[in-house]
């Protein structure tokens, strides 16, 4: 009881702080919602943003009644430290008080957990540009909401509460979000894979090229991704496509990540520029040694020669099919192992949904390591539609899974890692990556905090 009062009071100081702080310095505000991609979306936004202007992001995935605030007066999270949080208060103060030199831009991450979170927070942010990535039909965290369309609706609160002068920047090809569009009267910008204003083509997967036995490069990648023969002598490079506002085309390849997931964000950060007028060639340009956040569709050397897709940041329907889709489509003959967890807070539609991926987990994998014991029924349907029994192993959480993981691949496997925050496949990937004495550098919740839990 006394540490929930005590949260409460230091969120209140913290969010009369960054009050008083948005209007001595009234930056520009770019606000970012959805179920799926917030986090992608909110980086890929700071990193076009960066090449024009003195701009600030929410850290991590900040973006709660907490962590707003945080980002708003640029001081970390104190978790359980009494004493970084009173560092944090004079340090609100002083910013508040003293001058400062302040960003030009915020770039804010805003989520919802419970009923009325977004529109609590965007009642005082407001908005210059609201952009809204996609919401899906089954968005995550709905266990505390009491229906899907809900959910939704606390989603529109974020362009609702956009500056009337502003811009809505909105995904074109998730229809629940394309219909926002009737709620407001502001300039909308769409973006998606077409009838949008900045769409996309020529997504590709790109290999690195096959060596012969002398060694020698078989040709470039778009000449051998139709003729790879194994897993062993090629890698996967990443991803290509052409982004194009109508009237111009750049090419833009992200290098470590997989997944056509990773093409929306750097659409929805195009859409930005575009509302602002921005040249489109440099800002497309700013992607050119972009990295794609930790934990999401990242490319990792394993042991035995494998490949892992270490996609452990997070789990929900959407995105776990996505994934599982983006496994199906990589051009090899190597073993396809789906390494998964638990997707938590789905509430009542847990068992469902958990089946209803399990198809997609037979269509796509030849191996299945379930960890958790939501994912029994992923397991029961992904046998019940032809997976192999013999192939399928399950266990209790990830700590078991991880430990046997490494007796069940073979040299050259691709496996993809993925499962919601709270089952930590972050320790698979540590038990399987090549090289561990890079963990805190390549994989998500590294910090001490995390590591203590």
Do not use: C
């Amino acid at each position: 009881m006394f540490k929930q009062l005590l949260k409460a009071t230091v969120i209140k100081i913290l969010t009369w702080q960054a009050k008083l702080v948005l209007k001595k310095y009234n930056p520009k505000i770019v606000a970012v919602t959805g179920s799926v991609g917030k986090t992608s979306t909110k980086d890929a936004i700071f990193t076009m943003l960066s090449k024009f202007y003195f701009v600030r992001r929410s850290e991590k995935s900040f973006n709660s009644e907490l962590g707003v605030p945080l980002t708003i007066l640029g001081v970390p999270n104190g978790w359980n430290n009494p004493f970084v949080w009173i560092k944090n208060i004079i340090e609100g103060l002083t910013l508040i008080v003293l001058p400062n030199l302040y960003p030009q831009w915020l770039v804010l991450e805003i989520g919802a957990d419970r009923p009325g979170d977004i529109a609590s927070l965007t009642s005082w942010i407001k908005p210059d540009i609201g952009v809204v990535t996609r919401l899906s039909k089954m968005p995550v965290h709905v266990e505390y909401f009491l229906s899907v369309a809900e959910i939704v609706r606390e989603k529109s609160f974020l362009i609702q509460n956009t500056k009337r002068e502003g811009i809505v920047v909105l995904n074109g090809d998730d229809e629940d979000v394309r219909a926002f569009q009737g709620l407001v009267e502001n300039k909308i910008i769409f973006y998606g894979l077409k009838g949008a204003d900045i769409t996309f083509s020529d997504y590709v997967i790109e290999y690195l090229p096959a060596k012969n036995s002398l060694g020698i490069s078989a040709g470039e990648p778009e000449e051998i991704s139709s003729k790879i023969s194994s897993g062993l002598n090629n890698e996967i490079q990443g991803i290509s496509f052409t982004v194009s506002n109508g009237k111009s085309s750049e090419q833009v390849k992200i290098l470590r990540s997989i997944g056509l997931q990773h093409v929306y964000p750097v659409l929805a950060s195009i859409a930005v520029s575009h509302a602002l007028n921005l040249p489109f060639k440099k800002s497309a340009k700013a992607f050119k040694n972009y990295e794609t956040p930790a934990g999401r569709m990242k490319i990792i050397k394993g042991i035995k020669d494998t490949i892992i897709i270490d996609d452990t940041y997070n789990s929900s329907p959407v995105a776990l099919e996505e994934a599982l889709k983006t496994l199906g489509e990589i051009m090899t003959k190597a073993r396809k192992v789906a390494v998964l967890a638990d997707m938590l807070e789905l509430g009542v539609y847990s068992v469902d949904e958990h089946r209803k991926l399990g198809v997609y987990v037979a269509k796509n994998a030849d191996i299945l390591i379930a960890a958790g014991l939501r994912t029994r029924a992923l397991a029961e349907a992904a046998q019940d539609n032809g997976m192999s029994e013999k192939n399928i192993f399950q266990y209790n959480d990830s700590q078991d899974a991880g430990r046997e993981l490494q007796n069940i691949i073979k040299e050259g496997d691709i496996i993809l890692v993925k499962g919601s925050q709270g089952m930590r496949m972050e320790r698979v990937v540590e038990e399987i990556m090549a090289e561990p004495d890079k963990k805190e550098e390549l994989l998500v919740r590294q910090d001490k905090e995390w590591q203590n839990r």
